[in-house]
């Protein structure tokens, strides 16, 4: 299992070095690959913003509980603001992304490749690689960067409503300790974050798709592998930024 783990490791890593040099020379498609951008928006900004806002309302809930004991509920949005900048937010928010973007795309490249369309461009002289994937690459790229960036961004306006209707504060004081804690290395990480998982979901949703055989089954099961490889790599990615992130910042 372990020989098998890193034999699909090193598969994945050569189809993402495969992807990038096709991507080099992709700009002049930019228009395909604003659509493909702006398509991943209009499916789930919603559900970004729905997702934020609420990340940010329950961070406040639980830090509510903890800051008062200590009598330091003037420190609530400068807490909750670091958490979830720095670490809850992108996370949790790149897990539902994954789940949404990932399980579209993996089933539209597995209904691409299982019905021929795939074969049929490599026929025609082209490149699928160039032509098929790299504009959905790109695109989940720059789209997921986007709407983490905005779920984060909500997930503030949602802590905020959250303690001054259930905490008491006034929203002036929770505003006041933030800049005493989030510092430009906090925001720093959550952009960081928002990129790395940005890659991790455009790469495995798209080689997901693209490497299904078989039919109508395989798309499903390709689809279910995408989607639970997606979250576990996530939590990697994470541990690893997170990891190389604070040792840059205790150097």
């Known amino acids: 299992m372990i020989v098998r ?10 189809y993402l070095g495969t ?6 020379g992709s700009w002049r498609r930019r228009e395909e690959i604003f659509d493909k951008s702006l398509l991943v928006i209009q499916q789930s900004l919603a559900t970004t913003v729905f997702a934020g ?13 903890q800051v008062q004991m200590f009598s330091a509920l003037s420190y609530l949005g400068a807490l909750v603001t670091s958490a ?4 809850v937010g992108p996370l949790l928010i790149a897990f539902l992304l994954s789940g949404k ?17 795939i074969d049929a461009i490599r026929c025609l002289g082209s490149d699928p690689i160039r032509e098929v ?3 959905r690459f790109l695109g989940i790229i720059i789209a997921s960067f986007f709407l983490l960036s ?3 961004l909500f997930s503030f306006f949602g802590g905020l409503l959250m303690a001054t209707t259930f905490s008491g504060l ?14 430009g290395f906090s925001i720093l990480s959550g952009v960081v974050k928002c990129f790395v998982f940005s890659l991790v979901i455009a790469t495995i949703c798209t080689y997901r798709g693209y490497t299904v055989f078989g039919g109508a089954k395989e798309v499903g099961d390709g689809v279910v592998q995408a989607a639970t490889q997606t979250m576990i790599a996530l939590v990697v990615a994470d541990w690893f930024t997170t990891f190389i992130l604070e040792g840059l910042i205790n150097v």
């Open 5 to 14: 783990s890193l034999n699909g490791l090193g598969d994945l890593l050569m």
């Open 101 to 117: 973007i990932g399980a579209f795309t993996s089933a539209e490249l597995g209904t691409m490749k299982v019905s021929e369309q």
């Open 19 to 24: 992807v990038l040099r096709s991507a080099l």
């Open 133 to 135: 994937i790299v504009p």
């Open 170 to 183: 006034p929203w002036e004081q929770y505003l006041s300790q933030i800049p005493r804690v989030v510092s």
């Open 84 to 87: 979830t900048v720095r670490e």
């Open 150 to 152: 905005f779920g984060l």
């Open 53 to 65: 806002f609420f990340v940010g309302a329950i961070m406040t809930l639980q830090f509510t509980l």
